[in-house]
């Protein structure tokens, strides 16, 4: 079993950053591919970046690659998402979420998700 819990967002404008972070319980964290998806008002939950469980390979949507990175801290049961150049585009609720698959881009490949974050960019 696994609980996460996310935090870090805000309201920030056009072309700032945020670093979301999200922490896990279990004495597994090692053993899990952790991802971060996204949701905006009335749009279907999107993938956003993922990073399997060793040796930390990445994955991200094309929508925030080259803006968006994902790293993980094992010691720290914590994983991270570094946002930079931010559109108003990426305004959504963020969710942290853990899976047993070595790395994943879908949502039914994880198990685990937090209760979300809310990211919202101002133009």
């Known amino acids: 079993q696994v609980q996460l819990v996310e935090s870090g967002g805000g309201l920030v404008q056009t072309g700032g950053s945020l670093r979301l972070s999200c922490a896990a319980s279990?004495?597994?964290?090692?053993?899990?591919?952790m991802g971060w998806f996204r949701q905006a008002p009335g749009k279907e939950r999107e993938f956003v970046a993922t990073i399997s469980w060793s040796p930390d390979s990445t994955y991200y949507a094309d929508s925030v690659k080259g803006r968006f990175t994902i790293s993980r801290d094992n010691a720290k049961n914590t994983v991270y998402l570094r946002m930079n150049s931010l559109k108003p585009e990426d305004t959504a609720v963020y969710y942290c979420a853990a899976g047993l698959s070595w790395i994943a881009t879908t949502a039914r490949d994880y198990g685990y998700w937090g209760q979300g974050t809310q990211v919202t960019v101002s133009s």
């Open positions: 279990g004495r597994t964290f090692s053993t899990y591919a």
